[in-house]
């Protein structure tokens, strides 16, 4: 079992900036890659962002590129969210997640942490 810990939401103006965090603790080793991804009420869960484990490869939505950045601390287990030039439309729970092989499923999912933009 590996389990996620999401911290670092907030009320920010937009235009504004958050870093997301995810610390990953338990069987890590068992991890391929870890992703962000985020869902407003009533809508289904979005991607937003993934990165490998292992060499560090990463993708996005093309919502949030250029301005979302993933990355990863394989000595402290932890996966960051950097959001820059927030918008409003990127208010949301915030979820982190881990897959344990190639693949579009995920493992494993943190608790959540909200992300509100206000205009």
């Known amino acids: 079992q590996v389990q996620l810990v999401e911290s670092g939401g907030g009320l920010v103006q937009a235009g504004g900036s958050l870093r997301l965090s995810c610390a990953a603790s338990?069987?890590?080793?068992?991890?391929?890659?870890m992703a962000w991804f985020r869902q407003i009420p009533g809508k289904e869960r979005d991607f937003v962002a993934a990165?490998?484990?292992?060499?560090?490869?990463?993708n996005y939505a093309d919502s949030v590129k250029g301005r979302f950045t993933i990355s990863r601390d394989n000595a402290k287990n932890t996966v960051y969210l950097q959001m820059n030039s927030l918008k409003p439309e990127d208010t949301a729970v915030y979820y982190c997640?881990?897959?344990?092989?190639?693949?579009?499923?995920?493992?494993?999912w943190g608790q959540g942490t909200q992300v509100t933009v206000s205009s």
């Open positions: 997640a881990a897959a344990k092989r190639i693949g579009v499923s995920y493992d494993y």
């Open positions: 338990g069987r890590t080793f068992s991890v391929y890659r």
């Open positions: 990165i490998r484990w292992s060499g560090g490869s990463t």
